[in-house]
Every structure is written in C-alpha cells, then in structure tokens.
C-alpha cells in the first residue's frame, strides 16, 4: 500500500472556499475525462522522473531537525530519514528490525533489554556510533522535560524523574535521606535516593535498559524518533540542533535547508547504503492544500501527504488510483468520571459504551472520513484479537444487553438515571458526533445527555477539577507498543499534552497543518506514574474510557513510486522508496496508453 497521511476532515464553514477550488479543479478534471470518453487513472500529469530523486509535499517544511523536539510531521519524518535509532519499523508490518542495533535480548521477565550494536554504524563525519550516544542522547531528552514534545516515552526507564526538566542527577535530596545523613549516609542513600537512570553503556557495542515495569515490546518503542541518538559534545546542549553542520547517522544527511524546500542527500557513511535507491529526498513546500494539489496535478512532486482535505475534495479524488486511504493510529474516545456515581459502575459504563452504533457515527457523522473504533488499538498494534472475561474483545452494539446492564445495575429503562453530562472542546466535528451518542443513548436507554461545550482552555480546566461525568478525548498513537499505548490512554494526563493537541490539531482541519511543532505542540507532557491498566484486554474489562472512531489518513501518490507504505503509525521508511524509472501506463481497451 502507499503511504497516507492523518487528516480529519470536518464540516467548518471556514475551510468552504478552498473546498470550492478543488471542486472546480476537480470538475474540470472529470470533464476532460468525460469529452474525450476516457478516464484518466491518475490525478494530474504523470511523468516519470530521471534518477531516484523524490519531491515531497509533506503538508509544509520540517521546523525541526532534532529527534528530542520533533513532534509530528513533517518534522518526525525527516528526523526518521537523517536519524537511525536501535531498531526502526518494518513499514508494512511494523513489526520492529534491526537498524544500529544488530540484535537484542530480554531478561528480568521483560524489565531488562540488551541491545548489541553494529560495528558499521556510524555518525556522518565517520565517527562510530556508540551505546553512550544512546545513553547521552535519553539523558539530554529527559533534561528538556517539557520542552520535548514526547519526553513521556521514556517514563518507563528507570531513574526517569516524574516532574519535567529534572534530571536523574538533579533530584532533590528526600526528607527521609537527609534526616539519615549525619549518621549513615551511604546506608540512607542507598535506602532512599532515586535509582540512577536505567540506560547504561556496558561497552562501546552493548547498551542495557532496565524499565520500572516489564515490557515485552520494548524493541517497538525504541524505533520512535524521540530515542533516535544525537552526536552531543562535551557540554549538553539544551536548544535544539540546527541543519547547519548537523551529525547525524540515518540514511540520509541533510544537503540543504531553505525557506521553500529541504533537501536530503543519500549518505555516504551509512552502513546499509547500497539498500538505499534514493539518491535525493526533497521537502516541498506548500502555501495551502490548493497549492499542493496544483504542485501535484502539474508534475511537480511525486507525493502529497498532511493536506487538509474537505469531504467533497476527498469524494472527488476517490476514484483516481494514485489517491490512498488508510485507518491512521488517532483515537477519539470517550472517557468516564468513575469518582462519580453511577459511573463508578462497570455495568453502567459497558451499557453506555454498546448502546453506540459506531458504524453510523463513521459512515454519517464524520461523513465516512474515519473508521469505527471498537478496541483501543487499531488491529495491527495488537496480536490475534485476545478473550475478555465477560465481555466481547470488540465493542459491537448490543441495545439487548446494554438494555440488560442498566436495569441490573437499578435503572430499569433508564428510570432515576441522572442527566449525564457530556464535556467536549469547542469543534463542529465534535459536536455533531456527541449529539449523535446522546441521541443513541436516549433511543436504546432512555438517558438523557447535557451537551457541555468549552473552549480548549476551559475543557482542560474542567478535566482537571473533574467537573463531568463525560469528557471527550483524544490521542495519536506513537508507538506499536501496547504498554505505552494503554499507559498513555489511562494514566495520569490532562489534555495539552503533546499527542493530545495532536489530535486536537487534526480535528482542526481548518487550521494551518504546517505549524504542528510550535508553540500549542511544545508544551510536553508530565512524566507520569504508570497506571494499574497495562493491556488491552484490561481496558476493555475496566471500561474506564470508551473507544469511538479512528482517524483516516490520504494521499496522493503517483504511480511510478514504490515502497511509500502505509500503516496505522504513518512511519514510512524512505529507505524503502524507489522511483520505477520503467514504469508505463497501463494501456486502455482500445489499446493506446492512458495518461
């Protein structure tokens, strides 16, 4: 499959013009098609490049060159291009492979992992890559607290403080440790200091992690941008890394860094270049979603992602066989106040959760733009879809037993069941879909729903003072592993949280995709402590939160390009593009090549 980037359409009035543009673009497209009675296969001109030279709209320009601060894309794109970390993505599978680490192994019933790094990796400048880049590079993220957007990523490593921009080494002395000091200080210190961080260089080849709690799919988390190794000196540095003069030890090395393109070069120093068929990688960049289709329709990139494409662009650009869709790892999902009653009731919430016809709210109210969600994870993060005692592993509508739940847990047909009140952020999307749910809710159960809405700044408040009995959410998952998935999802968070402002950004169609990484993404989130739900198969039994719908994500692809690969992660391996200088088009029925 080709790869296609996370976009959430919504129906905003504010995005109206630019939908009439591509309608007009895209009616004289098929109008063409329709007087010469053929129809085009592909959106635009198709011609195929000379050389392996790939042009890339990837809803605007990179911001950041660092793996510390990169927090969606198009920066985390490139920092996976110029960045190789101890495993990557297999990009169809995602599935983790080896990259500077050759191999790896698991004791201490998952807690500890050893990595064994290659003798050939090595930093653009030839310098060999070591296990203490790795140790340094995770030290100097966990440093930046929430100056780094995903700094929660390494929570589960041992020593990694829970308060933001504190170091291992920094930690405050502990009452208990100082009241000890005058008499047995290093029995005190050994009792009661933190341990020391968990990443440690055994030797130049040999790094071993031990993680607060187990983890079987560690070699998954460790492929994220954030744990790629930066070459730092002797003094960390704080701010982030500048194209100029950049080390870096990936497949590609940055070549130049303008104000409309970046532009990637194949590296010569990097251990597996003769996998490598790209020659060049250039970022485009794109004032707005028209001029990226146009940039595309003429010719002039090979590949458009992160476009803010309205439904009625997305339905005309449907049937074009370089236009791609996939489900996108961007969960919305409801999550209950179970210090409240009657949500304290596990009854009460599994009635509320399969009284919802998810394939409705994905076909009608988001306009078949997502996809029903009826587990946490998308399909591919987990593996064969696990029993739950008690319960279904999906959470398919069942009015019978959702009926069934509520009268055992006292509210026959609803009766006596308090007004729930349903808290969600200022967004049309959301709102259409909570009326939806509300409506579903009064129809199977009788309950009737107080629709709060709030500013961003209000709804984070009223979250962290608990004032609802329903609260909307959201998270883009950055990892295929399930324990920081589930820890993401259920422990200690508030919205404003980089993933949630992700989410948040992308339920904003209307705004510019291309500034993700500033300031609203920056904010980081808190270390937090990891929670009791560790697995899927828990959080479905808890039904602390209910899952609703998945994001889609699109593209635009020509033909001649291969290897550009989706998955639910959106972590495609240009390492794996390649440009099919032979490629022809197929041929019509009358024999001739359709263009």
Known sequence: MTRMKKILPTRQGTRAFVAALLLVTLAFSH???????????????VAVPNGQQFRWSDGGLPQTFDPAFAAAPPDTDLVRAIFEGLTDYDPQTLMPVPAVATRWEASNGGRTWTFYLRDDARWSNGAVVTAEDFVRSWQRTVKLGELAPHTDLLANIEGVEKQPGVSPSQAPEQPAQRMHSNTNSAQATAQTSEPAFGAEALSDRVLRVRLRQPDLNFPALVAHPVFRPVKLGVNVPAGKLSASGLLSNGAFSIANADTDRVLL????????????????????GARDTESALAAYRSGAVDAVTNAA??????????????FRRA?????TYY???????????????EALAIAIDRDRISTDETGGATEPAKRFLPQSQTEAPKTVVGKSDVLEKDEQRARLLLAEAGFPDGKNFPIVRLLINRNEQQRVVAQAIAAMWRSVLNIQT??????????EAAIRTGDFDVVRRGIVMQTTDELTNIRTLFGESYPGTAAEKETERLNKAGADLSDRNKSS????????????????AQALNDLSAMPIYFASSYALVKPYVSGFDANVLDAPSLKKVRIDGNWKPPASPTGNSVR
Request: glycine share 4%; with cysteine; hydrophobic share 45%.
């Open 31 to 45: 109008a063409g098609c329709f007087l010469s009675e053929t129809v085009d296969p592909y959106y635009g001109r």
């Open 265 to 284: 070069a194949r590296a010569e120093n990097y251990w597996d270049k003769q996998q490598v068929a790209l020659q060049s990688v250039e970022f485009v």
């Open 309 to 322: 494409l309205e439904p009625l662009a997305i339905k005309l650009l449907a049937p074009y066989e370089d």
């Open 327 to 331: 489900t996108f790892g961007a969960l």
């Open 335 to 349: 999550t209950f106040n179970t210090a409240r009653a009657p949500f304290d009731d596990v009854r009460v919430r």
């Open 450 to 459: 107080e629709l709060v809405i709030r500013n961003w700044d209000d709804y």
């Open 521 to 536: 993404l920056t904010a980081g989130r808190t270390l937090t402590a990891l929670p009791a739900i560790a697995t899927e």
